[in-house]
């Protein structure tokens, strides 16, 4: 027995891209609702329920915070409308190949074409064509609704009109529809809008069935396109149309001497194979021929690559014709639909379809994979980019040019910079200009830098941010050393302190302040005055240009608490004094910040005193005269017991 698989067996491109959507959204918690089963194929619908994914009829039966998901037939503009009306979450797995025959009809109505669609007027994806048809729309599914629309409908022979097809199309109908519009109308546009993957599926199945005793037909029995290889088969052989591989029909596939298989765009490979496995099973010599058939045995395997054929590295002009959150739709100017998808647009992952390109764009890319069978080019612009790029950011090496890139990621040891759509590495220790500023801080920011290293073969670029900074502060002290003269006032950040003092950035250049500089009063860390950070003024005290040395004042003559006291607290002033210390002679006293009197013992007490403590202690807030200032010596007398005396008696005392 010989079973022979055709290899356009499953799921096309667009039924793949869909089912692949909804997974993507399951896998990122999504709570999925498809508008419309996601797929003809009762297997895969019930193993995506149990999934969480509901079928609605409406864009009205999704709750807030579902998102929707247009399935590959495509719908109405209005449905499309009355999901942007309900602002919903959406993805649209509108078939490109539907998309373009959308953009077809819409065009022709807006030209004032009368549109055809050859297809079945209740089949959703006719449906959707027919809703972005905006004017007189006919749709017949065989020869006889055509000629009753030739005959009793459209009579005026010359009038302009847009045929299409839906894209399941049957071809051999078509064919023969187009014989009777070319033959009626003489001023039809013709597209033939019939998937690849339709066309090709068919005529291999037909191919198949004919040289076979028995055909599989494995799909959903709602499938249009199942049930149309069923027709296309059974005029050859004997054909069962099944959905499982429970429904094999095992007595009469064990009396056969050559099985066919195919299978529908909505069925999975795992049913395929499954189906295969059954037949290993239960019928004497299907295993050994089935893997002769198919050299490596993996069906899976062989499935994919069949429908795959590699062209790289070729380079093309598109213009954009579609942009959605995940893909853009390219015209290439060949038959084959292309496609961007959004991670390979640009080299920045973090942004999106609509941020680069705008329909119209005219772009040039590589063609990372064309599949003929399906009609589709996956393309890429960012290796086009990166490849054109790659010249650029080599020969910053060698010039040590300065590029301009925007960090796009911050990952271990470093960040990455997004230029000319080369990914550049920095590490950190090049990253910033000091090892303590954060890397995140630089996320999606626009930063120059220099390329430092540069691996041809496995083309690797390594940037330093430090070295174009290191430029630019060495500027800036130049400019700073032309200008600077002691006295000169500037505001700069504190960088960092010390047990001696504090650095100030003064911007290309740091000076320091010393400690003693800080305050008129005495300190015991910078950090009491200023910290990390700060923006301060300073002056410069004193320069030194050779040794590239600058010291910075800080505190101010106007806040000198001498001035103050001379100005605001002559002698025989009484002020609210505050207790800070004791010695066996008196009581010192803070007057104001930086200037403490003393408070003789003598001067404590109308009375005789052992010792100021038995009168005063530590932070005790008393009335006090100042009877004496030596601005020389910085020191200042204090008196209470003044306060309760004659001046006479004070002054005697004093002298005393
Ligand atoms: S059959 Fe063709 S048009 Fe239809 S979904 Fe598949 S790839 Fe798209």
């Known amino acids: 027995m010989k079973v022979t698989v055709a290899k356009s067996a499953g799921f096309c491109f667009g039924v793949d891209r869909a089912v692949n959507m909804v997974n993507e959204l399951l896998e990122n918690g999504k709570s999925v609702y498809t508008l419309g089963p996601i797929i003809h194929n009762p297997q895969t619908l019930k193993d995506l329920e149990k999934r969480g994914v509901v079928v609605v009829d409406s864009p009205e039966q999704v709750p807030a915070g579902g998102t929707i998901v247009i399935r590959s037939h495509g719908v109405e503009q209005s449905v499309l409308e009355r999901v942007k009306e309900l602002q919903l979450d959406y993805s649209d797995a509108t078939c490109p190949f539907v998309a373009k025959i959308h953009r077809i009809v819409s065009k022709a109505a807006k030209e004032g ?54 894209t399941t199309f049957s071809v051999s109908e078509w064919e023969n529809c187009l014989k009777i519009i070319k033959r009626v109308y003489t ?23 004919q040289q076979c005793d028995i055909m599989i037909v494995i799909g959903g029995k709602q499938s249009s396109n199942t049930a149309k290889l069923r027709d296309v088969c059974g005029q050859n052989c004997t054909t069962y149309l099944i959905e499982t591989a429970d429904e094999l029909p095992l007595a009469a596939l064990k009396k056969a001497d050559c099985i066919g298989i195919t299978a529908g765009a909505s069925t999975p490979a795992s049913i395929i194979k499954e189906v295969l496995d059954t037949m290993s099973e239960f019928i004497e010599g299907a295993d050994q021929n089935l893997t002769e058939n198919n050299a490596e045995g993996n069906f899976e395997e062989m499935l994919e690559e069949s429908l795959k054929s ?19 739709y390219v015209d290439v100017g060949r038959k084959q639909a292309g496609f961007i998808s959004a991670s390979e647009l640009s080299a920045d992952p973090n942004v999106k379809p609509e941020d680069i390109v705008k329909i119209g764009d005219e772009l040039d890319l590589l063609i990372m ?24 950011v080599a020969a910053a090496e060698e010039n040590e040019a ?57 083309r690797r670029a390594v940037g330093s941010i ?47 302040i010393h400690i003693s500089e800080l305050s008129w009063g005495r300190i015991k860390h910078p950090s009491e005055v200023i910290n990390v950070g700060d923006t301060v003024t300073v002056y410069i005290k004193g320069l030194d240009k050779e040794k590239g040395k600058i010291s910075l004042g800080y505190k101010r003559a ?18 609210d004094v505050t207790i800070v210390g004791m010695t066996a002679f008196g009581a010192f006293a803070r007057i104001i910040p930086g200037i403490d009197g003393l408070i003789h013992i003598s001067q404590i007490a109308d009375h005789r005193i052992e010792k100021p403590q038995d009168v005063l202690k530590v932070n005790d807030v008393v009335k006090a005269k100042i009877t004496e200032i030596d601005f020389d010596k910085k020191r200042v007398s204090l008196s209470i017991r003044a306060l309760s005396e004659p001046e006479e008696a004070t002054e005697e005392n004093t002298e005393e």
């Not at 950040?493 to 100030?504: I, M, Q, R």
Request: hydrophobic share 35%; with cysteine; charged share 30%.
């Open 113 to 166: 074409k009368t549109v055809l669609i050859a297809g079945d007027a209740n089949h959703p994806e006719v449906q959707g064509i027919r809703g972005h048809c905006d004017g007189a729309c006919y749709i017949f599914k065989n020869t006889e609704e055509l000629q009753n629309i030739t005959d009793n409908i459209l009579t005026e022979k010359d009038k302009p009109i847009c045929v299409v097809a839906q």
């Open 187 to 209: 001023n039809a546009t013709i597209f033939d809008t019939i998937c690849n993957a339709t066309a090709k599926r068919q005529s291999e199945s037909a191919l198949l069935s």
């Open 310 to 328: 590699l062209n790289t590295d070729e380079k093309v002009h598109g213009v954009v014709v579609g942009i959605t959150p995940s893909e853009v």
């Open 369 to 392: 994979r064309t599949n003929d069978q399906e009609g589709t080019i996956m393309l890429s612009k960012k290796r086009l980019d990166a490849a054109k790029g790659w010249e650029t």
């Open 402 to 458: 300065v590029l301009t890139g925007v960090v796009t990621e911050v990952i271990k040891g470093g960040v990455i910079a997004v230029t000319n759509g080369v990914r550049v590495f920095i590490p950190a220790s090049q990253a910033t200009s000091s090892r303590s500023d954060s890397l995140e801080d630089l996320l999606k920011k626009e930063v120059k830098f220099r390329i430092i290293e540069v691996n041809r073969s496995r």
């Open 466 to 512: 430090r070295s174009v900074l290191k430029d630019a502060r060495k500027e800036q002290a130049e400019k700073f050393w032309e200008t600077a003269e002691e006295g000169k006032e500037y505001t700069g950040v504190v960088k960092s302190l010390t047990a001696y003092g504090a650095f100030v950035d003064l911007g290309g250049i740091d000076g320091m």
């Open 558 to 575: 106007e806040d000198n608490p001498w001035e103050i006291l001379k100005r605001d607290y002559p002698v025989g002033t009484v002020a």
